[in-house]
T-cell receptor
Framework: GAVVSQHPSRVICKSGTSVKIECRSLDFQATTMFWYRQFPKQSLMLMATSNEGSKATYEQGVEKDKFLINHASLTLSTLTVTSAHPEDSSFYIC??????????FGPGTRLTVL | GENVEQHPSTLSVQEGDSAVIKCTYSDSASNYFPWYKQELGKRPQLIIDIRSNVGEKKDQRIAVTLNKTAKHFSLHITETQPEDSAVYFCAARLDTGRRALTFGSGTRLQVQP
């Protein structure tokens, strides 16, 4: 099956710093990548949809200047959390799809902001 | 936008029994309904999916049914095993170019040995 990797798997940072998370599709070209945030014992909440070579589409309530998304190639999308604060601590998961319906999820990144 | 509701939030069954999780969706334009299994701290794994042109799909112990008229779909797990214990999420996808999934709130299934 399709494989999606995510790096880093875990990151701890100080409040006010920026953190970059990478999402890669390893064995297929992902025309679209999605970024989700999941708080403990809650569902996955879509943050933004990213199409290769174009600007990301953000969901209502997600600050695009705070969560910078870049989808520079068909196999890589990055999410940068700028000026992170403790309330940004969460489990961030990306998913990728090609032309079909199936979304393949990355292993997630646990962000802890001190 | 789409809204997906999922019930129950928790479900405890004895090993060997069946488990049923139900979801409803709001937008009749949705046409793709996957189910994901997520173990603690891990990525969601697709276990089965169904498209709106099919009413039922089965894969070994797992089956999904879809009622387009009522806008609800269900996951059925038979002969449950302890390793089925996890959180299960249903999702729906609108028939648009974005292909974004809207997830239900999740069901924590506990299979008692």
């Amino acid at each position: 099956g399709a494989v999606v990797s995510q790096h880093p798997s875990r990151v701890i940072c100080k409040s006010g710093t920026s953190v970059k998370i990478e999402c890669r599709s390893l064995d297929f070209q992902a025309t679209t990548m999605f970024w989700y945030r999941q708080f403990p014992k809650q569902s996955l909440m879509l943050m933004a949809t990213s199409n290769e070579g174009s600007k990301a589409t953000y969901e209502q309530g997600v600050e695009k200047d705070k969560f910078l998304i870049n989808h520079a190639s068909l196999t890589l999308s990055t999410l940068t959390v700028t000026s992170a604060h403790p309330e940004d601590s969460s489990f961030y998961i990306c998913s990728a799809s090609s032309l079909g319906d199936t979304q393949y999820f990355g292993p997630g990144t646990r962000l802890t902001v001190l | 936008g789409e809204n997906v509701e999922q019930h129950p939030s928790t479900l405890s069954v004895q090993e060997g029994d069946s488990a049923v999780i139900k979801c409803t969706y709001s937008d009749s334009a949705s046409n793709y309904f996957p189910w994901y299994k997520q173990e603690l701290g891990k990525r969601p794994q697709l276990i089965i999916d169904i498209r709106s042109n099919v009413g039922e799909k089965k894969d070994q112990r797992i089956a999904v049914t879809l009622n387009k008229t009522a806008k609800h779909f269900s996951l059925h797990i038979t002969e449950t095993q302890p390793e089925d214990s996890a959180v299960y999420f249903c999702a729906a996808r609108l028939d648009t170019g974005r292909r974004a999934l809207t997830f239900g709130s999740g069901t924590r299934l506990q299979v008692q040995p």
